[in-house]
């Protein structure tokens, strides 16, 4: 079946475009109702299932402006065993957008979580990164229509990692240098071990210390 020209795919900027480096600018709410906007919304939704990820921002595929796309569930999620999954907090997370979001870390929950995660923009790598376990996002979504959500475990994840990407910062700037590892080795090496086991023996923090 071929593609519709709202579902048709977009090419991902790759690490080292100057795109994913600016700070994006907020989308004009009225803008929302146009039809390209719209497509826009529906071909980042389709490139992001494709890829296939949980999350893309509009700077990854080289528009500079504050709109990204989430989502997560079993067809991403099925290879894990159910420790793993308890482990992350990692749970369904509906096609979401979100659109000039402001996020707050939850003072009643200020607990930091480290994970490996990748990117869409850094392909073929994976990364150590603490990051809030609680968050609220304030934002509009699709429809212009003001939202609040509160996001915990890996969905916060994905958010925070979608929201830095329309702040020009990648998860590289936050990961622990020491456990950078191709997607390759990490599946054959680390995956499933204990991030205390795996910072052993790359020689890595796990609580942020130095």
């Given at each position: ?114 994970f490996y995660e990748g990117c869409l923009s850094v392909p073929r790598l994976t990364g150590f990164v603490r990051r809030h376990r609680v968050v609220r996002v304030d934002c509009i979504d699709e429809h212009g ?66």
């Open positions: 079946m071929t593609a519709t020209p709202s579902e048709a795919l977009l090419p991902i900027v790759q690490a080292g475009d100057p795109v994913l480096r600016y700070a994006a600018v907020p989308v004009d709410p009225s803008d929302l109702a146009r039809r390209d906007v719209q497509q826009l919304i529906a071909r980042m939704k389709a490139t992001m299932e494709a890829a296939p990820g949980v999350g893309l921002a509009a700077p990854q595929i080289g528009e500079p402006v504050q709109l990204a796309v989430m989502s997560d569930g079993p067809e991403r999620f099925s290879h894990l065993s159910a420790a793993d999954l308890a482990a992350r907090e990692r749970t369904e997370l509906p096609f979401t957008v979100i659109v000039n979001p402001v996020l707050t870390p939850l003072p009643s929950d200020p607990a930091m979580v480290g229509e003001p939202r609040t959500w509160t996001f915990t475990g890996w969905p916060a994840r994905i958010a925070q990692h979608e929201i830095d990407h329309l702040r020009g910062t990648l998860y590289l700037d936050r990961a622990e240098t020491r456990s950078l590892s191709t997607v390759e080795n990490y599946g054959e090496l680390w995956a499933g071990v204990p991030t205390t086991d795996v910072a052993a023996a790359l020689g890595f923090p796990t609580d942020g210390s130095r």
